[in-house]
């Protein structure tokens, strides 16, 4: 079954410090994968994606991911973080015929100063 | 401002009620997928919609149905509301059918009492 595993339910880190999310799947095909980061009361908005090529991707505001096809993984990074960033962030797979997305249950992250 | 648009923001309604979710698309957009967000279940994907014809189902309730207007426009109706129904519901819409990811609404956020 296609599913998403989000192992760290939340994460606490200081501002300016380093930041990994986890993130495994499972998926029949070549995957499609996403980042999507959710604010309080707001909704989910793209982070980054990868479809093939380069298996590090860049997306905006300063994350990057990378795509690990042996480790069926596909990790959030960030070098140093900003109290803005304390949001919540989802991971997603896609990639069949009907296009829908299926989400992890997200990583809840707080930045303290 | 996502260009995806979700009416009401806000709901709050009685046990056994029925009410109606509105979605307008990104201009350009074919594509509206109907998400259910709650703490238990995470993101659950309801349904697509891929220029008005119903592409993929996902855990949907049979007291739940939606439809996409020859404007593209979608509506998602809940009937039989129980407690359990109450979550923020996304609309998110693409131009394709999805490999490339979506962009999602603010929500509407369903009280039932």
């Known amino acids: 079954a296609q599913s998403v595993t989000q192992p760290d339910i939340h994460i606490t880190v200081s501002e300016g410090a380093s930041l990994e999310l986890r993130c495994n799947y499972s998926?029949?095909?070549?995957?499609?994968l996403f980042w999507y980061v959710q604010s309080p009361g707001q909704g989910l908005q793209l982070l980054l994606k990868?479809?093939?090529?380069?298996?590090l991707v860049q997306g905006i505001k300063g994350f990057e991911a990378e795509f690990k096809r042996s480790q069926s993984s596909f990790n959030l990074r960030k070098p140093s973080v900003h109290w803005s960033d304390a949001a919540e962030y989802f991971c997603?797979?896609?990639?069949?015929?009907?296009?829908?997305?299926?989400f992890g249950k997200g990583t809840k992250l707080s930045v303290k100063p | 401002d996502s260009g995806v648009t979700q009416t009401p923001k806000h709901l709050i309604t009685a046990t056994g009620q029925r009410v109606t979710l509105r979605c307008s698309p990104r201009?350009?957009?074919?594509?509206v997928y109907w998400y259910q967000q709650s703490l238990d279940q995470g993101l659950q994907f309801l349904i697509q919609?891929?220029?008005?014809?119903?592409?993929a189902k996902g855990n949907i309730l049979e007291r739940f149905s939606a439809q996409q207007f020859p404007d593209l426009h979608s509506e998602l109706n809940l009937s039989s509301l129980e407690l359990g129904d109450s979550a923020l519901y996304f609309c998110?819409?693409?131009?394709?059918?999805?490999?490339?990811?979506?962009?999602f609404g603010s929500g509407t956020r369903l009280t039932v009492v």
């Open positions: 998110a819409s693409s131009v394709d059918r999805g490999h490339y990811g979506y962009t």
């Open positions: 998926y029949g095909a070549t995957p499609y």
């Open positions: 990868y479809f093939s090529g380069d298996t």
């Open positions: 997603a797979v896609g990639g069949g015929s009907q296009g829908n997305l299926i």
């Open positions: 201009s350009g957009d074919l594509s």
């Open positions: 919609y891929y220029n008005g014809e119903e592409r």
